[in-house]
């Protein structure tokens, strides 16, 4: 897995959150992104831009917290106001969309018009797109 530097990071006030979130929920995260959920809870990576097929540049904002006290956090956001309940958002961007697992691979969730579009087979794939 590609190793990126995270800003903004927030110490996890309780190391067994996520355990307990998924557990709560009945999922599990695939282990690369846990890893990072884990040691980069609520951060932002330097490397922050990605393409798609039809779009340059889109931006990724900050990894969801699961201290339950701050701003943003998994608490806050899941479920998602979605027509597809099995959405499972880990990340946001500057518009107020969603980074999500559907079926353990990383879609962006556009909260305007409830669609997905897929991003990536996997998180560490994922982090591979991440540019200046």
Do not use: Q
């Amino acid at each position: 897995m590609r190793k990126l530097n995270w800003k903004y990071v927030k110490e996890l006030k309780d190391s067994s959150s996520i355990d307990k979130f998924e557990k709560k929920h009945g999922f599990s995260y695939p282990k690369d992104l846990k890893s990072v959920l884990l040691s980069c809870n609520g951060g932002r990576p330097e490397l922050k831009y990605y393409d798609t097929a039809s779009e340059k540049d889109k931006e990724f904002k900050t990894l969801l917290s699961f201290n339950e006290s701050d701003i943003e956090t998994v608490y806050k956001s899941y479920p998602l106001d979605s027509s597809d309940k099995t959405l499972i958002p880990f990340a946001s961007d500057p518009a107020g969309n969603f980074f999500v697992l559907k079926n353990n691979e990383i879609h962006l969730w556009k909260h305007e018009v409830d669609k997905t579009l897929f991003l990536a087979s996997t998180f560490s794939d994922f982090l591979e797109m991440l540019h200046e």
